[in-house]
């Protein structure tokens, strides 16, 4: 069965050098999983908005992206399917609020395979949680950068980023394009492309 999934996702691999986001009208356009279709047809999703057309391609791809639009524009969507397409085995989903217990983190968090959190907790748990390694990870996610920074949080993305492997994918979202943002990109993304949506007149 395990042999069947393989080939089902080499298929879909091997579409991702003729992707046309250009021409992409329907989610069914781009060569995701039929699990993630499924999903996004029953959450009524169907046609990507426009920052999801232009950077679920080049994310799928595997190159770093620099998306900017505003807010309320679908850019959730635009990181969460690129990573679904990326988990081939069970996920654990690993949602921190702020003021959950650390220790019970600290146990959970080497079997994880997707964390969402705050720059701080993360940086927290490189240093303190001795059981937890950034050093496979594939993918990274900063999403709402320009809030991200801020709120003053430069320093401590810049330690996170030094702690992880540079063989990683990077995307970055943001409602804004700041200088902050723009230098962030520089010092976090490998030859990214840059997508920036802009608001109708
Ligand atoms: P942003 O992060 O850019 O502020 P969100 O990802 O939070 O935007 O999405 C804003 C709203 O748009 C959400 O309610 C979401 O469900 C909806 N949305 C996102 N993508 C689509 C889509 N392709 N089709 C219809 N609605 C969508
Ligand atoms: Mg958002």
Redesign the pocket.
């Known amino acids: 069965e395990w042999q069947v999934e393989k080939e089902v996702i080499q298929r879909l691999v091997n579409k991702y050098n003729e992707i046309n986001a250009k021409d992409a009208e329907r989610f069914s356009d781009f060569p995701i999983s039929k699990n993630t279709l499924r999903g996004l047809m029953e959450a ?6 426009e ?2 057309r232009q950077t679920i391609g080049f994310a799928l791809q595997g190159k770093d992206v620099l998306g900017a ?9 635009a990181f969460l399917i690129p990573v679904s397409t990326q988990l081939f085995s069970t996920v654990y989903l690993f949602l921190t609020p702020v003021g959950v217990d650390l220790k019970n983190e600290s146990e959970k968090i080497h079997r994880t395979n997707i964390i969402i959190c705050t720059p701080g907790r993360l940086l927290q748990h490189m240093d303190e949680t001795a059981a937890f390694h950034a050093s496979d990870l594939h993918m990274l996610v900063l ?1 709402e950068a320009d809030r991200i920074l801020d709120m003053g949080f430069a320093d401590t993305i810049n330690a996170i980023v030094e702690n992880l492997p540079k063989t990683r994918q990077t995307l970055l ?1 943001s ?1 804004t394009q700041t200088k902050s943002v723009k230098d962030l990109a520089r010092l976090s993304l490998k030859d990214p492309e840059y997508v920036w949506v802009h608001e109708k007149a």
Do not use: E, N
């Open positions: 009524q999703y169907r046609q990507p908005t920052i999801q639009a505003k807010t309320g524009s679908g850019k959730t969507l999403d979202f409602a």
